[in-house]
């Protein structure tokens, strides 16, 4: 089996893949890293309650969430796996996948941790804790992440459902929506961090919900359109994402072509 190459799909008219599947063990790592991170916090936060979460699980987080105030217990920097996760997950054997079609990658340490960093999100039903339609690029236009490489590089993100509920919860598209330079969005300051915000009204953008099962993962190109769909399951959904830095080869023939190397 030859290896499907994703940046022909991502940079072609989609502007995504959905080709990268995860297989069972690899989604119960991932699984097993994001829960120990989440309920090691609950811990900290709540002691006396954390057997509950505990029993509860991921998945139903929302019945109990009262409990703490969701928004506080849960910024980034709480969400970012540890560095040792991530030098097992680069082992795992979607991550080789991935490396065989895309090439070898960085991945961004927007929160300047000092390791590559993958994160997740908690989601639960309703629509209080989805963001607005975006394109990644618009983050880093405002600056919100700072220099994060120092290499010419291609940036895209990978998006993979961890607890989702196909067609009910997961992550909007707008397919094609990478291809138009015109989308109206402006910069705003919230709980302290600049944050792009989209000015086209939905019916320009008729974004589609991703039928993911978990563990099928979104490979999408930095100006596609796209954001959290509102969760309209009794089931909290759970994601992990992070930005892939793809060094960009300078190509001998276009080097020669406009002379930059001479022999
Ligand atoms: O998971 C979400 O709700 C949004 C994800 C997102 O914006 C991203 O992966 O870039
Ligand atoms: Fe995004």
Known sequence: MGTTNFLESINGEEGYTTQLK??????????KFIRIQWLYRLQLLLPRHVQEFDRLGMERYHEVSDLIEHKM????????????????????????????????????????LGWEEIYWRIVRPGDSDVGSLHADKWFWDIGAYGKVADFPHERIKIWIPIYSVPGKNG??????????????????????????????PIENIDPILLPLNAGEAVIFHDKL????????????RVSLEFTLLIPMRVDKEVALSSNVLVN
């Open 22 to 31: 995860l297989n069972n063990e690899d989604l119960n790592v991932l699984r």
């Open 73 to 112: 217990a849960w910024p980034k920097e709480a969400r970012v796996l540890p560095r040792e996760a991530v030098e097992v997950i680069r082992s795992l054997d979607f991550f080789k996948r991935l490396e065989a079609s895309v090439g070898k990658f960085q991945i961004s340490d927007e929160e300047h």
């Open 171 to 200: 992550l909007l598209v707008s397919p094609g929506s990478h291809l138009r330079e015109d989308w109206r969005w402006h910069a705003e300051k919230k709980f302290g961090l600049n944050k792009p915000v989209l000015d086209e």
């Open 225 to 236: 359109l796209h954001g959290g769909s509102p969760n309209l399951v009794q089931f909290t």
